[in-house]
T-cell receptor
């Protein structure tokens, strides 16, 4: 059973470009979470999605950031007009059910560098 | 609001000695507590969790953690450290109701010396 998959693993963008990060949850998981990790810091929650629904986006910046989890295909985190401060590792996690007692399984992350 | 504190940025221990990585939390309801480990340039790996029941929970790779409600702590422990345990450890919490997202501590780097 493949784990959570994220691609690309590394992404370099110039300021002002768009970044698209993809996440395929574990098989059978329909709940996806995105987190951001700045260097030497813990993970900060961004958004929680189920198929075709955004459940909680309280951690997502109001501008330039968007996320989706379509009926078919991976979840996408999109950052428009990237700035240097967006440089970070972005992790996706999935869980089989929304119950709080279930642990989340994390992907290897996408390391975004904005030049 | 919920929060997690990991008071030590780094813990150094000799191989074969017991290790403890500290974590305290703050939530307004019943906590669900988790420990994750992160190796360089990798994602987080789940180690163990406390949901309910026994205060001492056992997890992967010989790790265990003790839930202490009165001290609001969930310290990670291992009786005998290995060099391969050297990594970054994160404590996380969520409440039993409401928000599903995990709140993470800032992480503790464990260095096990041979």
């Amino acid at each position: 059973n493949a784990g959570v998959m994220q691609n690309p693993r590394h992404l370099v963008r110039r300021r002002g470009q768009e970044a698209r990060l993809r996440c395929s949850p574990m098989k059978g998981h329909s709940h996806v979470y995105w987190y951001r990790q700045l260097p030497e810091e813990g993970l900060k929650f961004m958004v929680y999605l189920q198929k075709e629904n955004i459940i909680d986006e309280s951690g997502m910046p109001k501008e330039r950031f968007s996320a989706e989890f379509p009926k078919e295909g991976p979840s996408i985190l999109r950052i428009q007009q990237v700035v240097r401060g967006d440089s970070a590792a972005y992790f996706c996690a999935s869980s089989p059910k929304p119950l709080s007692s279930y642990e989340q399984y994390f992907g290897p992350g996408t390391r975004l560098t904005v030049t | 609001a919920q929060s997690v504190a990991q008071p030590e940025d780094q813990v150094n221990v000799a191989e074969g000695n017991p290790l403890t990585v500290k974590c305290t939390y703050s939530v307004s309801g019943n906590p669900y507590l988790f420990w994750y480990v992160q190796y360089p340039n990798r994602g987080l790996q789940f180690l163990l969790k406390y949901i309910t029941g026994d205060n001492l929970v056992k997890g992967s790779y010989g790790f265990e953690a003790e839930f202490n409600k009165s001290q609001t702590s969930f310290h990670l422990k291992k009786p005998s450290a290995l060099v391969s345990d050297s990594a970054l450890y994160f404590c996380a919490v969520r409440m039993d109701t409401g928000r599903r997202a995990l709140t993470f501590g800032s992480g503790t780097r464990l260095q096990v010396q041979p």
